[in-house]
Every structure is written in structure tokens, then in C-alpha cells.
């Protein structure tokens, strides 16, 4: 199983970013998708997942409202978009898969997920 996470760099305050995650060597139908996210000196977080079998989401309440999970089963592929991004939302982003469908409490716990990404950085500066 691989996660490959792309889409990271630099951006303004207020600007946006999509990051992509490909999953190849299962098949995500059945499976919850997430992504966290590590700042410099701070532990690792969740930020948002989607349950593939029925579209379920999850986000931190920091990142509600401007950060949206979607996903495309078809091309085994999920996506954050950000927007409204400002300097606290820097940090490099992973995303994290496991073949389970999580239920709502489980889906931002990083323990729940089997699979991880590489990580790409997201820079938020002026």
C-alpha cells in the first residue's frame, strides 16, 4: 500500500492550496481517508477524513468551514481543499488511509489509520 500526498508550497494569508492523495494497493471503496497535519514543535493532528463507503466527513473545529475532504473512488485519489488560509495552518500535511470504515469518533485519531503518506509542506506566510 502507498499514499502519495502532492499539492504543498507556498502561500499567502487568505490564499488557497488543493493538496491530492493518491492510494494504490487497496481499493478505497470501503475505506476512510485522512489528513494531519505536524507544525514545527507540535504534535501531530487531525484535520479532516472522509469514510468512502458512504461520503461521511470529519474536521478539527480549526479548520471547519475552510477546509473541504472530497474524494474520487475512481481514481483511488482524495483532496484537501484550503482556503482561507493563514500562518497557523503551516505545517506538513500527511495523509493516512485505512480499510476500515471508521465511525465519526474514531476518524481523526491518528491511531485508527494503517497507511501513511510521505507529507507535504504548507507554508502560509507573507
Known amino acids: 500500500v502507498q499514499l502519495q500526498a502532492s499539492g504543498g508550497g507556498l502561500v499567502q494569508p487568505g490564499g488557497s492550496l488543493r493538496l491530492s492523495c493518491v492510494v494504490s494497493g487497496f481499493t478505497l471503496r470501503s475505506s476512510t481517508i485522512g489528513w494531519f497535519r505536524q507544525a514545527p514543535g507540535k504534535e501531530r493532528e487531525g484535520v479532516a477524513c472522509?469514510?468512502?463507503?458512504?461520503?461521511?466527513?470529519a474536521y478539527a473545529s480549526s479548520v471547519r468551514g475552510r477546509f473541504t475532504i472530497s474524494r474520487d473512488n475512481a481514481k483511488n485519489t482524495a483532496y484537501l481543499q484550503m482556503n482561507s488560509l493563514q500562518p497557523e495552518d503551516t505545517a506538513v500535511y500527511y495523509c493516512a488511509a485505512t480499510p476500515r470504515g471508521l465511525i465519526r469518533s474514531s476518524m481523526l485519531a491518528i491511531r485508527s489509520y494503517n497507511y501513511w503518506g510521505q507529507g507535504t509542506l504548507v507554508t502560509v506566510s507573507s
Open positions: 472522509v469514510r468512502q463507503s458512504d461520503g461521511a466527513t
